[in-house]
């Protein structure tokens, strides 16, 4: 083989190989869970993530994809159960922030009404918060909670990064179509949303690096 084959041949190669993963996890460790406002979270001086969305829009599938654990995030089958702020620690280097799901009808009307003062507590006096990933299912349009959720993020000034979720449920045109009326609704730039599936993987390293942008800048500081 001469040299411009040998070359040509390593070229080949690296067109094959996967791209590195954005967010490799190396170590993950549950620390805790904020039941009340006011009550224990982690103090830490580390930069923060949080993860909101409806408690059907399939939050907890995402988080076991994008964490490449199959079990990080219990899967349940009853929407809504989670009533507390769930702390992580991700590679000793930042805070995962699990909030509870939202807007489940079946949920009543008291514990629902608790779970709102707990995430703006938290939202609001969290310090090291760098941004919020917020879910929507592709399927459907922003509900009331889910515009309640973004007035509330936009009073804040936290930044926002949004997932269209179930994106398997679709069939792909179906799903950019509904992409774009998302952003339109939305009023943001249609590449500001990542199309998701917990099912394929896709979007997991979009999303991943999305959130190791973030972390880094906010280093870069």
Partial sequence: MSQGDAST???????????PDPLVIRSLEFM?????????????DLPEI?????SNVGKSSLLNKVLRRRSFARVSKTPGRTR?????????????????????????KERSAEWGPLIEAYLRGTKDLRGV?????????????DR?????????????????????KLSRSAAEKRVRELAIMLQVEEDHIIPFSAQTGSGRDELAGAI????????AQ
Avoid at 50 to 54: D, K, L, M, N, Y
Avoid at 133 to 145: A, G, I
């Fill in 32 to 44: 805790g869970g904020m039941a009340t406002i006011g009550g224990w979270r982690p103090e830490l």
């Fill in 212 to 219: 190791a942008g973030l972390l880094s800048a906010e280093r």
């Fill in 84 to 108: 507390e702020i769930n702390f992580f620690k991700v590679n000793d280097a930042f805070i995962l922030a699990d909030l509870p799901g939202y807007g489940y009808a079946k949920v009543s």
């Fill in 50 to 54: 949080a993860f909101a969305g409806r």
């Fill in 148 to 168: 309640q959720m973004l007035d509330f993020l936009a009073d804040v000034e936290v930044p926002v990064m949004f997932v269209a979720t179930k994106i398997d």
């Fill in 133 to 145: 990933v917020q879910l929507l299912d592709v399927r459907h349009d922003p509900t009331s909670d």
């Fill in 9 to 19: 041949a390593a070229e080949s190669a690296d067109t094959t190989r996967p791209p």
